[in-house]
């Protein structure tokens, strides 16, 4: 019995420790993820439950290390954001997802492309400036760029992160609260915060066929955005009958791995013509 301890024990400290190794290094390589042009954009397409049409994206970041291969947001968001990088990172994505938004533009296409914002973002008093350059750089149509910031990052300074809203939403660029559900937000901010759609948190969704309670929140949700004139957005729409219920309610969007699993950003609309979309 104490050797089986001792394993376990010993094999639970050999993995904490791992991934406090991995994290470190990790965090020393991010510094040069950039100009060593490791960093890549993908995308996930959104469709709208009234058309059954393709009606946007979603930019999601990935980073292409060159030996722990293909990384998730998850793991290393959070330690740019502790590192001071964040802004690096999110300049880096506005100046691709602009580009590519403006091709799409330029081929003809309609597609809103969307963009993931950070807590520490919004609290950047130089973000909208750049935006503002960006579109004055590329000339991109406003309706075809979003923002997408989480209710936590929103919450974790309201006052502040007002002011940024306001200036980017005076550019008439579209914004949608991430992740709904999951923070702690107030419906006075869902009121007087300048945002056009809420992001139901997939964490709802996934398990609405499932679980009652889950079902009752999604249900709420789409009727408190509705009652507040905002557009309602599903994310983690897995599979049929998760699309049916949300239908059956009037949900307004979906997003998920029924629709479309994320691609690499430039072969979206390649994947959009084959696709049953
Ligand atoms: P998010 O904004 O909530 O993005 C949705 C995440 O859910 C994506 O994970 C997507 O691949 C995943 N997903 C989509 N459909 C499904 C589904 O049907 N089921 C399940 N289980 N998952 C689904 P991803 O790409 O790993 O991104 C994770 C998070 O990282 C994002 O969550 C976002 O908070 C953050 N992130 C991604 N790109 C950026 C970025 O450019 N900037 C910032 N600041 N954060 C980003
Ligand atoms: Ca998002
Ligand atoms: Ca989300
Ligand atoms: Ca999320």
Partial sequence: HAKRTAAGHALYAGSLDQDCTRRLALMGDLHRAIANDELRLYCQPKVAFGSGRICGAEALLRWQHP????????????????????RSLTRWVLEAAFRQ??????????????????????HDPALADRVRGLFATWGNRPELIQFELTESALMDDPEGARETLAQLKRMDVQLFIDDYGTGYSSLRYLQTLPVDAIKIDQSFVADMVANEDSATIVRSTIELGHNLDLSVVAEGVENQAIWDRLSALGCDTAQGFFVGMPVRIESLAEWEMQSRW
Avoid: M, T, V
């Avoid at 030996?67 to 964040?86: H, M, N, S, V, Y």
């Fill in 67 to 86: 030996r722990a291969g293909l990384i998730a947001p998850d793991e290393f968001i959070k330690l740019a954001e502790r590192a001071g990088l964040i």
């Fill in 101 to 122: 938004a403006y091709a799409w533009q330029a081929a003809g296409q309609h597609r809103p492309l969307s963009i993931n914002l950070s807590a520490q973002d919004l």
